[in-house]
């Protein structure tokens, strides 16, 4: 079964500053994609990053980035020069691209982050 | 382009009733999933069809069934409703297959079971 656990149920910003949000998954597959997903209190839940579990390399968009440990098990997500609209519940999540459980997400609890101007 | 786009918005039901949700997916995007969200926590994987067959079923009753049409839209079906069933419902759309797996989600139907 996979988990996916986030240990961080609020981390809070200054605008421009960085900030890195924490999630450890579990899974018996060795073919798996990682995702951040952003929800705002309109609760669109909007794909902030993937990455791919056989790249090494680390994924990047713009201000956001991730540090993957494929061994450790860890994906964080780094958010650069926050802004405001960066607020939002942040969701780590998993799937399987093999298995039983193939093409379907798991979640964690979620981080909600703020961002102080 | 159009997104993953849901209906209703808001649904206002009573115990014991049934509800019926709709989802049309991105165009070209042939596997719909829904998700099960409830205040506060990650969404809970209920259904995934690709090609109009079911590929994958979450921890739900068979009071939640769903199916998809040859246009690969969506429906999802919650028969004898509970208080419990109070939830956001997403729905999310991909490409399908064995690569692009990656799912973007609609803005979900918020259904409250009084």
């Known amino acids: 079964a996979q988990t996916v656990t986030q240990s961080q149920p609020e981390m809070s910003v200054q605008e421009a500053e960085t900030v890195t949000l924490s999630c450890t998954y579990d899974t018996s597959e060795s073919d798996y994609y990682l995702f951040w997903y952003k929800q705002p209190p309109s609760r669109q839940m909007i794909l902030v990053i993937r990455?791919?579990?056989?790249?090494?390399q680390n994924a990047t968009e713009n201000r956001f980035s991730v540090n993957f440990q494929k061994a450790a098990k860890s994906f964080s997500l780094k958010i650069s020069d926050s802004q405001l609209g960066d607020a939002a519940m942040y969701f780590c999540a998993s799937l399987n691209a093999g298995g039983t459980s193939y093409g379907k997400l798991t979640f964690g609890q979620g981080t909600i982050l703020t961002v102080h101007p | 382009d159009a997104g993953v786009t849901q209906s209703p918005t808001h649904l206002i039901k009573t115990r014991g009733q049934q509800v019926t949700l709709r989802c049309s997916p991105i165009s070209g995007h042939k596997s719909v999933s829904w998700y099960q969200q409830v205040l506060g926590q990650g969404p809970q994987f209920i259904f995934q069809y690709y090609e109009k067959e079911e590929r994958g079923r979450g921890n739900f009753p068979d009071r939640f069934s769903a199916r998809q049409f040859p246009n690969y839209s969506s429906e999802l079906n919650v028969n004898a409703l509970l208080l419990g069933d109070s939830a956001l419902y997403l729905c999310?759309?991909?490409?399908?297959?064995?690569?692009?797996?990656?799912?973007?989600f609609g803005p979900g139907t918020r259904l409250t079971v009084l």
């Open positions: 999310a759309s991909s490409l399908g297959g064995q690569i692009l797996l990656t799912q973007y």
């Open positions: 990455q791919e579990a056989y790249k090494q």
